[in-house]
């Protein structure tokens, strides 16, 4: 008996080397013979199983040979095929391709709620979910450059003045003095992530879409937490980074008033550009406020793409998470908002690359990084307006 059986296993693998290979054979031919040897190998198997229980002493295999086999039911057969390779390959050609799916994964019943999940692989759900981090809201607004490394730019604090003349007459000769510049370092902004060779060959390929996204989302932040508080020490030099820079109004509570002092403040000739920076909450604080004529002090609209755009005293705000939001609590050295044009801040980039993919030939791990070389700073303060809570 064992003898025959592995005759028959042999034979099943012959036919499966057959259909693999390129030869031409006869399919109706070896349907039948599949058919005769699978039904001559379960009677073995089961003779085999018999015979083993009774050498071991037990006599409720022959009781229980009287008893009517019961069939699988239909989910444990579903169950059973729908975690195979050849149901995830029969699956995905009828979702693209239109083909029906094979009489065997098929059955003639009514579909069931309880069915439902068996319809569709397990292994289909090529998704990660991870938490959401707001960003990307200054970033486009900042002045980009492209200078090289160390290169001087001349600014000038004096602007040539024109005057009324009588006729014939000259006006006096101005000297236009670029007293000041601007030089441009560069700090190397890394983020590297590795994972092991196995979990490279083995997890699902949003995993890889996942890894890029965190790392462009990692620099991104890295970027504009420099542009509002960077040190300008190993990174880009921040708006805030000097204290004696730009403008600085108190307020003890927020109100109208408050927006009244920054607003006046602000310098006229840099009235147009200049937008609010504070985080969500300290913007909701001044939600459903109203000034003495009843008109509200904060607004919001549906702007493009159905992004809100926030509005006070019909100035736009942009939103940050690097900045504390006012309470009574908060300290009086910090600046909870301010008031600045965007474009006076200059981001300069001479060295930008995506995403490297290279091995660990030590560990074998596959190491991605994105790396670039950048320098930034305010050129210009005279927007700037800070807001601060004032002391006791």
């Not at 699988?72 to 195979?84: G, I, V």
């Not at 403040?265 to 109203?290: D, R, S």
């Not at 904060?298 to 940050?320: E, K």
Request: proline residues 3%.
């Amino acid at each position: 008996m064992n003898a025959r059986l592995a005759e028959i296993r042999a034979r099943k693998e012959e036919i499966r080397s057959q259909l693999e290979g390129k030869e031409n054979v006869d399919l109706k031919a070896i349907e039948t013979e599949l058919r005769t040897l699978d039904e001559e190998q379960k009677e073995l198997e089961k003779r085999q199983a018999m015979a083993e229980k009774i050498n071991l002493g037990h006599t409720d295999g022959l009781e229980e040979r009287k008893k009517p086999k019961v069939p699988e039911t239909t989910t444990e057969k579903r169950k059973n095929l729908r975690d195979t390779e050849e149901y995830r390959n029969a699956f995905m050609a009828y979702v693209c391709r239109g083909e029906a799916m094979p009489a065997e994964f098929r059955d003639n019943e009514t579909t069931m709620t309880t069915d439902i999940g068996a319809l569709v692989p397990q292994v289909t759900l090529n998704k990660i979910i991870e938490k959401i981090e707001a960003w990307g809201m200054i970033l486009p607004l900042v002045n980009r450059t492209a200078y090289r490394t160390g290169m001087i730019i001349p600014t000038s604090t004096i602007k040539p003045v024109a005057t009324w003349v009588a006729e014939g007459a000259g006006s006096d000769r101005q000297k236009k003095t670029l007293d000041t510049s601007i030089t441009f370092g560069h700090y190397k902004l890394r983020c590297a992530v590795s994972i092991t060779l196995e979990t490279e060959y083995m997890a699902y390929s949003a995993f890889e879409t996942a890894l890029v996204d965190n790392m462009a989302e990692a620099m991104g932040k890295a970027l504009e937490t420099a542009i509002i508080k960077g040190t300008g020490t190993g990174q880009p030099e921040g708006i805030l980074k000097d204290d004696t820079k730009g403008q600085k109004v108190t307020v003890a509570a927020l109100d109208y008033q408050a927006l009244i002092n920054a607003e006046a403040a602000l310098p006229m000739e840099y009235e147009n550009g200049a937008v609010w920076c504070m985080t969500k909450k300290t913007f909701m604080q001044f939600a459903g406020m109203v000034d003495k004529n009843g008109q509200p002090i904060a607004n919001v609209t549906r702007g493009l793409a159905a992004a809100p755009d926030r509005y006070l005293l019909g100035r736009r705000v942009v939103l940050t998470n690097y900045l504390d939001s006012f309470s009574e609590t908060l300290d009086t050295t910090k600046v909870f908002a301010f008031l600045y044009n965007f474009k006076d801040y200059t981001l300069n980039t001479n060295f930008n690359i995506g995403v490297k993919i290279y091995e660990d030939n030590e560990t074998d791990d596959i190491v991605r990084k994105s790396i670039m070389v950048c320098d930034g700073k305010p050129v210009v303060y005279d927007s700037l307006v800070k807001l601060l809570r004032a002391g006791e």
